[in-house]
């Protein structure tokens, strides 16, 4: 009879746990992902002087994931400080769409001292048809504005983990 | 026994940190950190005048770029009619370039302040400033 009662009371954790680890994992998989692994991705061994490089592969990489032919930068900046050791590269890129249309894409880049190598930081494509940019006082209203945001994340992840997890690799468009 | 060492431990643990918290409260004063540690503050400052000056310029920049990419957006639109999404039209575009032109003014503008403070700073550390603890010493600072 205890243990019947036992096992009862066992099952809802059962069932909770069922849920909670695949959703934590999840969770776990898409911070150590972002944070550590698709930063660094494709960038590791190239010094700081090789910060061109960096770009490029940065802006390829980024470029094929959103389906567009990579045409080359308009403007690239390298910067570093003299007391510390930080450094910064970033830049605009020409890219195609499909049907010919132009599209801008950035791409900025940032040397982590701590690991010795380039890390992508902030990078998208200019001006998309959902970018704030074109949001005025009243539209999109204030819950759009939310939904529009989820879906901007929701997709920046996904080409993320195509770009690094997919079968093309970069500069194969 | 036991508990007199466990008082005794923690008294001298809790003087510690006291003493921490003072002396890195100290340090974080101008007055204390020029006096002992000048090239310290010196680097620390410097470095981040450094890097927000880079900051600036690079936000600058990204302005300048979005700028590019609505123009493009704008040409697309003339030349095509059609709009690539709902929020993109004429009227939006418009007010995009003119929402970009005053970012870029006030984007101009920080980096011409980040500048200065870096300057500044390079400034005070070439002509050996100290803060001094008397407040007519504080007064001159910069000059």
């Known amino acids: ?173 | 026994m036991g508990g007199k060492t466990f008082e005794r431990v923690l008294r001298v643990l809790l003087l510690a940190a006291l003493l921490l918290t003072a002396y890195k409260g100290l340090m974080a004063t101008p007055e204390f950190a020029t006096a002992f540690f000048p090239e310290r503050f010196y680097r620390g400052k410097i470095n981040d005048a450094e890097n927000s000056l880079i900051m600036k310029e690079r936000h600058y920049d990204f302005n300048e770029a979005l700028d590019k990419a609505v123009r493009i957006q704008l040409e697309e639109l003339a030349r095509t009619g059609e709009s690539p999404g709902p929020l993109v039209t004429g009227q939006t575009l418009r007010l995009a370039i003119e929402k970009n032109e005053a970012k870029r003014l006030r984007e101009a503008d920080s980096v011409l302040v980040a500048r200065e403070k870096l300057a500044r700073m390079l400034r005070l550390e070439a002509a050996g400033w100290r803060m001094g603890f008397d407040c007519e010493s504080a007064s001159g600072a910069g000059r």
């Open chain 1, 1 to 173: 009879m205890d243990a019947k009662k036992a096992a009862s009371r066992l099952w809802p954790k059962i069932v909770a746990a069922a849920v909670l680890v695949p959703l934590l994992a999840g969770a776990g998989f898409m911070i150590w992902f972002g944070a550590w692994r698709y930063p660094a991705f494709e960038l590791a061994g190239l010094p700081k002087t090789g910060y061109a490089e960096a770009m490029d592969i940065a802006g390829r990489g980024m470029a094929q994931s959103e389906g567009l032919a990579f045409e080359g930068f308009d403007f690239m900046k390298y910067r570093q400080v003299e007391r510390g050791s930080e450094a910064f590269v970033w830049g605009a890129a020409k890219c195609r769409d499909a049907s010919g249309g132009q599209h801008v894409l950035w791409v900025y880049l940032e040397w982590s001292g701590k690991r010795g190598q380039w890390l992508r930081n902030y990078s998208l494509v200019m001006a998309d048809p959902e970018d704030e940019i074109f949001y005025t006082r009243d539209n999109p209203g204030q819950w759009d504005r939310i939904v529009m945001a989820v879906k901007r994340i929701w997709k920046m992840n996904r080409l993320h983990l195509a770009e690094v997890y997919g079968d093309q690799k970069p500069g194969t468009f």
